[in-house]
């Protein structure tokens, strides 16, 4: 039986029950995947907009079968790849921009954080009807955070007390502090009690150059692979058995060097050609460099919000999208440009940027 959408059941909810939620999902996926024009970036968008609408409402009245969570993060993860590699792991895909990973929320954690809020709300004996209710039948009197479960309770509230278990494992008796720490306006912020419960690993000084809100998004995703080092170059293609050992070479040079990350976006004399264009144009005297100098340059001396750090921060991304469409290009389209006219998109996807962009007049 469904009400308002969803199982209505007094014993454990299945993974067969969750099925029409996993098919909704499913579908909105094949029809995605029917346009091959998606980049990384729309699929990213598709994932946190449209999918987490989808699943919230179902993850917040519910504590779902954990077989029926981790197919709903599978089908998400094999929609953003769009192929067999999965290019980062999905743990780290669900972590925050500013700890290296895309902001997506994992449905098994998120619905564990939704889980939290309601164990919150009971904590708070919020003036709620079913909050009076399981004052009345379940607590009488006692605390939500050491009540014990009877045998005759519903499936729903001993789920319930499973997570209790989990967060009073996790974080002792500060429990309540931590979780008062993610309300705002008293308030209980899903996506801040998300982080707390992932476990971010360490921030990277990276974030802000990456995901620069005013940056193409699909050239964020690029320089967001490279900063990984999983774009799929040849000598990656190799280690995963794909291409044989006399196909490595770069296609952009011709000189018999080694196709790696750091070889294409800089070593190579072709990308230091256009970077020479790039930095020339920007008014800066280019030497060779290196991925880990540059991005630490970035990260240190070009962040902040003014106009001209935004131009530049742009550069960065563009060169680096531009660089590796040339390479694939090259490969599957077998086009040749030679650097300034790479260097010439580079300029055009810019000052269209700037131009078509009413919200950054002062740019202009
Ligand atoms: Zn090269």
């Given at each position: 039986m469904k009400y308002l959408g969803l199982p209505l059941t007094a014993k454990r909810l299945s993974y067969t029950d969750c099925s029409s939620l996993i098919g909704k999902i499913y579908n909105q996926f094949q029809t995605w995947q029917q346009?091959?024009?998606?980049?990384y970036a729309g699929r990213l968008e598709l994932i946190k907009s449209v999918i987490l609408g989808i699943q919230t409402y179902w993850l917040s009245n519910y504590i779902l079968p954990i077989k029926a969570l981790e197919k709903i993060d599978s089908l998400c993860s094999a929609f953003l790849w769009?192929?067999?590699?999965?290019?980062?792991n999905w743990g780290s895909v669900c972590q925050g921009k500013e700890y290296g990973g895309l902001g997506i929320f994992s449905a098994k954690y998120w619905n564990y954080a939704a889980a939290t809020k309601l164990l919150w709300l009971i904590h708070l004996k919020k003036d709620l009807l079913w909050i009076k209710w399981v004052h009345g039948n379940y607590l009488q009197n006692q605390n939500v955070w050491t009540v014990q479960p009877k045998t005759n309770d519903s499936w729903m509230w001993r789920q319930l007390l499973k997570m209790r278990d989990m967060l009073v494992s996790k974080f002792g008796n500060v429990v309540t502090a931590r979780i008062a720490d993610c309300c705002s306006d008293g308030k209980l912020l899903l996506s801040a009690v998300y982080s707390v419960l992932l476990q971010p690993t360490n921030a990277v000084a990276w974030a802000k150059t990456v995901w620069?809100?005013?940056?193409y998004p699909k050239h964020s995703f690029v320089l967001w692979l490279a900063c990984h080092s999983r774009l799929l170059t040849k000598d990656r293609l190799c280690r995963m058995n794909i291409?044989?050992?006399?196909?490595?070479?770069?296609?952009?040079?011709?000189?018999h060097q080694l196709e790696t990350r750091d070889h294409i976006l800089f070593e190579c004399q072709y990308s230091g050609e256009v970077w020479n264009l790039v930095m020339s144009w920007l008014g800066y005297k280019w030497r060779s460099c290196t991925w880990d100098l540059l991005l630490h340059w970035y990260s240190q001396k070009?962040?902040?919000?003014s106009p001209m750090k935004k131009l530049k921060r742009m550069c960065l991304s563009a060169a680096v999208y531009m660089i590796w469409r040339e390479r694939n290009l090259r490969i599957f389209q077998d086009k040749k440009r030679l650097p300034a006219q790479v260097f010439r998109d580079i300029k055009l996807s810019i000052f269209c940027k700037i131009l078509n962009d009413s919200s950054h007049v002062h740019m202009k």
């Amino acid at each position: 039986m469904k009400y308002l959408g969803l199982p209505l059941t007094a014993k454990r909810l299945s993974y067969t029950d969750c099925s029409s939620l996993i098919g909704k999902i499913y579908n909105q996926f094949q029809t995605w995947q029917q346009n091959k024009c998606l980049t990384y970036a729309g699929r990213l968008e598709l994932i946190k907009s449209v999918i987490l609408g989808i699943q919230t409402y179902w993850l917040s009245n519910y504590i779902l079968p954990i077989k029926a969570l981790e197919k709903i993060d599978s089908l998400c993860s094999a929609f953003l790849w769009g192929h067999k590699f999965h290019l980062v792991n999905w743990g780290s895909v669900c972590q925050g921009k500013e700890y290296g990973g895309l902001g997506i929320f994992s449905a098994k954690y998120w619905n564990y954080a939704a889980a939290t809020k309601l164990l919150w709300l009971i904590h708070l004996k919020k003036d709620l009807l079913w909050i009076k209710w399981v004052h009345g039948n379940y607590l009488q009197n006692q605390n939500v955070w050491t009540v014990q479960p009877k045998t005759n309770d519903s499936w729903m509230w001993r789920q319930l007390l499973k997570m209790r278990d989990m967060l009073v494992s996790k974080f002792g008796n500060v429990v309540t502090a931590r979780i008062a720490d993610c309300c705002s306006d008293g308030k209980l912020l899903l996506s801040a009690v998300y982080s707390v419960l992932l476990q971010p690993t360490n921030a990277v000084a990276w974030a802000k150059t990456v995901w620069d809100g005013f940056l193409y998004p699909k050239h964020s995703f690029v320089l967001w692979l490279a900063c990984h080092s999983r774009l799929l170059t040849k000598d990656r293609l190799c280690r995963m058995n794909i291409l044989s050992t006399n196909q490595l070479y770069c296609v952009l040079c011709d000189r018999h060097q080694l196709e790696t990350r750091d070889h294409i976006l800089f070593e190579c004399q072709y990308s230091g050609e256009v970077w020479n264009l790039v930095m020339s144009w920007l008014g800066y005297k280019w030497r060779s460099c290196t991925w880990d100098l540059l991005l630490h340059w970035y990260s240190q001396k070009l962040k902040g919000k003014s106009p001209m750090k935004k131009l530049k921060r742009m550069c960065l991304s563009a060169a680096v999208y531009m660089i590796w469409r040339e390479r694939n290009l090259r490969i599957f389209q077998d086009k040749k440009r030679l650097p300034a006219q790479v260097f010439r998109d580079i300029k055009l996807s810019i000052f269209c940027k700037i131009l078509n962009d009413s919200s950054h007049v002062h740019m202009k």
